[in-house]
């Protein structure tokens, strides 16, 4: 399902994923709109895969479903967009580095086009068809299970490829970040891949948007200690903020 959601939309999402239960009421109250027009958002939203619809109310999907991937493509596109740029110009030419799967790195994938000399070693299909364009690079596709629903390869072979490369940049993505600094992801084997770039990466960049903080996830990758610089697109809450100074964290806001 091909979604194109206005900032109403998007908020509502984020509110969703924060809170993981609100009541409709409350919903069009914040909003300040009529119910009716908030339960067709919901229906939206709910088709697409994005919130689950309740009596009176409207939850998350739960800690071990991440929302579809066509319709995360749609969710907070323009800040995705500004993320992928930002962490574009941190990466200099001629650059070795790992790319894993979201929709966020393959922002940085379209980011990356008019750099020179770059070798990209991915364990996604779509990032590596896509950066294949430019002559002056060297994409290396690792090898594994290929995910029909978002074109990712992960599994054994994909972390035996990893493992034989030291890069400089690892590029990462995540589903939910705690306020501990927690990193949290729906997909074990997923995981196990992203565990495998950060410890042969010489740099970690973690790009992640506002709306992944409080998220829920069941799958631990680690904490903010292993990542050097996290760009996302607005101030996080304070207490996140003595947690990246302890771990040594570079925060970059891409506004």
């Known amino acids: 399902m091909d979604l194109r959601l206005n900032r ?11 809170e993981g239960f609100v009541a409709v009421d409350e919903l069009a109250t914040h909003f300040d709109v009529a119910p009716q027009t908030i339960r067709r958002d919901l229906n939206l939203l709910a088709d697409g895969g994005l919130i689950r619809r309740y009596h ?22 323009a800040e995705k967009h500004r993320i992928a740029e930002a962490i574009a110009r941190h990466i200099p030419d001629g650059s070795s580095l790992f790319i894993n ?13 008019e750099h020179r000399d770059l070798r990209v070693i991915t364990n996604n299909l779509n990032i590596a068809i ?12 690792a090898g594994g299970v290929v995910r029909g629903r978002d074109h990712g390869v992960t599994g054994e072979a994909t972390i035996e490829l990893i493992r034989q490369f ?30 495998t770039i950060i410890d042969h990466s010489r740099q970690v ?12 996830a069941m799958v631990r990758l680690g904490d903010f200690s292993r990542v050097h610089a996290w760009y996302t697109d607005k101030a996080p809450p304070e207490e996140l903020l003595p947690v990246l100074a302890a771990a040594g964290t570079q925060l970059h806001i891409a506004d």
């Open 56 to 77: 009176g109310g409207v939850s998350a999907p739960s800690s071990v479903e991440n929302v579809a991937y066509a319709a995360r493509q749609s969710l907070q596109a």
């Open 205 to 216: 960049i973690l790009g992640a948007d506002h709306t992944k903080i409080g998220r829920n």
């Open 166 to 195: 030291k890069v400089d940049y690892g590029i990462i993505g995540i589903s939910g970040i705690e306020l501990d600094g927690t990193l949290l992801d729906f997909d074990f084997h997923e995981v196990r891949v992203a565990q």
């Open 8 to 18: 109403r939309q998007e908020e509502l999402v984020a509110i969703v994923q924060r």
């Open 101 to 113: 799967l979201g929709t966020t790195n393959e922002d940085v994938g379209r980011a990356l086009l």
């Open 130 to 141: 896509l950066l294949s364009d430019n002559p002056t690079f060297e994409v290396i596709v």
